[in-house]
């Protein structure tokens, strides 16, 4: 794997975990409503969630590449169309939902990170869309590794991040306040990034 490819994926991953939505919310609230350290756990636990849904991702998209190479082409082009699609909706959805479901507070930090990503079965759509654009039939298990481990470190430093600022410089006012912004930013890179993709398979 080529630094540009890894840095490419890499951004993905980030813009993936930078998107305000209830995992944003739980890592918020755990902030204010706890302290820094419960913020940090349901980082960690958010992380290891995300990396159960690449491990999944990166498994089920090799097995379907070396068994037919054309279902996993059409994979690759409703990967680029949902990256795109998304990108779409970024720029232009006027609110973001980012109620927490109630009954998850009886569960400790770690565990409320951890659920609040699995439960979610966008991201496995998400990561089906994106790892399908960077997986190939030679890859390796270090390649794989690399893949899995970069997004599920990727989110986790983004959350733990964002549980020192909220402690330290309340962050959350400036999210809320920037939030329509930071979503057509967003938006932007991933359209971008599925325009690049396109043009890495016709090419």
């Not at 813009?15 to 902030?31: D, K």
């Not at 068994?67 to 996993?72: E, L, S, T």
């Not at 989110?155 to 329509?180: C, H, M, P, Q």
Request: charged content about 10%.
């Amino acid at each position: 794997m080529t630094f540009f490819i890894w840095f490419q994926f890499a951004l993905v991953c980030l813009i993936g975990a930078m998107s305000p939505g209830p995992s944003l919310a739980v890592v918020i609230r755990n902030n204010l409503n706890f302290n820094r350290l419960a913020g940090i756990l349901t980082s960690l636990g958010h992380g290891l969630g995300i990396g159960v849904y690449a491990t999944a991702a990166v498994l089920g998209l090799g097995f379907i590449l070396k068994a037919n190479q054309m279902v996993f082409l059409i994979i690759q082009i409703l990967g680029l169309i949902f990256l795109f699609l998304l990108g779409l909706m970024f720029i232009f959805q006027k609110r973001t939902d980012q109620n927490v479901e109630e009954h998850q507070h009886q569960f400790n930090s770690f565990f409320q990170g951890f659920v609040i990503a699995v439960i979610n079965p966008k991201i496995l759509i998400w990561f089906t869309a994106i790892y399908s654009q960077f997986i190939n039939i030679n890859a390796n298990i270090i390649f794989n590794t690399t893949l899995v481990l970069t997004a599920s470190i990727i989110d986790a430093l983004w959350y733990i991040l964002v549980s020192f600022l909220v402690t330290g410089y309340g962050l959350k006012n400036f999210l809320i306040e920037r939030k329509k912004m930071i979503q057509k930013i967003t938006g932007s890179l991933l359209i971008l990034i599925a325009l690049s993709l396109l043009y890495k398979i016709i090419s």
